[in-house]
C-alpha cells in the first residue's frame, strides 16, 4: 500500500471512529486554549485526522487521493526509495504548520474549534500544481480546469469563507497549507519554479 493510501484509510477510520465517540471527538479537535493552557500541543496535528461530515470527509480524501498519488510519485523519482517517506513528513507537517496561524488569531477565544485534513491537503494540491500547471483537475468528473486556475479559485474560495467565519472548518488552514506546499516543494526543487512558468507561458485555452 502506498503512503497516500495508507493516510486515507487511516484518516477515514479515525473520522468514522470520532463521529461515535464524542468524548474522542472532543480531545482530538483544535480548540487553541487548551492547546495554549493545557499543552495539548498534540491538537494540531489530530485535528487534521477527524472531519465535520461525510462530504467534508470525501472531499479532503478524493483530493488527497489524486494529488497524493501525483506528488508521491514525483517524490519518489526525485528521492527514490525515500520518496514516500517525504512525502509523509510533508503531509504531517504541512497539518500542524498550517495551523499555527489559526492558534495565534484565536488563541483568546475559548469556544473556537476546528478540524479536519485542510492543511495537509492544500499542501499536496499545491505542490502538486507546482509540478503540472496545466494539468486537468475535473470537477464533478465533467468539468475540466487547469491545475493554476483550479489552485486560484480554490485560494478565492477559501479567502472568502474564512472571512466568513462560519462552521468548524478551518479554511484559513487551506489558505496556510497551499503556501507551505508551494515553499517547501521550491526548495526541495528549485528547478520547479522555471517549469512551472514555462508551462503556464505555454499553455492555450483552446
Known amino acids: 500500500m502506498s503512503v497516500t493510501l495508507a493516510i486515507i484509510v487511516i ?3 479515525v ?8 468524548s474522542f471527538l ?7 486554549q487548551k492547546v495554549l493552557r493545557r ?13 465535520a461530515d461525510m462530504s467534508h470527509l470525501l472531499f479532503n480524501m478524493f483530493t488527497l487521493y489524486f494529488f497524493g498519488t501525483l506528488l508521491e510519485r514525483v517524490f519518489s523519482i526525485l528521492f527514490g526509495g525515500s520518496g514516500p517517506i517525504y512525502l ?10 498550517s495551523d499555527i496561524p489559526t492558534l495565534i488569531r484565536q488563541r483568546n477565544n475559548s469556544n473556537y474549534n476546528s478540524l479536519g485534513a485542510s ?7 499545491f505542490g502538486a500544481i507546482m509540478f503540472q500547471p496545466t494539468e486537468k483537475i475535473y470537477l464533478m468528473a465533467v468539468i475540466g480546469i487547469p491545475g493554476f486556475i ?3 479559485l480554490y485560494m478565492a474560495y477559501s479567502f472568502y469563507e474564512s472571512r466568513r467565519g462560519r462552521g468548524h472548518i478551518n479554511h484559513d488552514a487551506h489558505l496556510y497549507g497551499a503556501a507551505f506546499g508551494i515553499i517547501v516543494v521550491i526548495l526541495l526543487y528549485p528547478p520547479v519554479v522555471s517549469t512551472f512558468v514555462q508551462e503556464i507561458a505555454n499553455w492555450r485555452l483552446f
Open 11 to 13: 484518516t477515514v477510520l
Open 150 to 152: 483550479f489552485g486560484a
Open 119 to 125: 492543511g495537509g491537503v492544500s499542501a499536496l494540491l
Open 15 to 22: 473520522s468514522l471512529y470520532a463521529w461515535r465517540n464524542e
Open 39 to 51: 499543552g495539548q500541543w498534540y491538537r494540531l496535528l489530530t485535528s487534521g485526522f477527524i472531519h
Open 26 to 32: 472532543l480531545s482530538t479537535i483544535l480548540n487553541p
Open 88 to 97: 509523509l513528513i510533508f503531509y504531517l507537517v504541512a497539518i500542524v504548520v
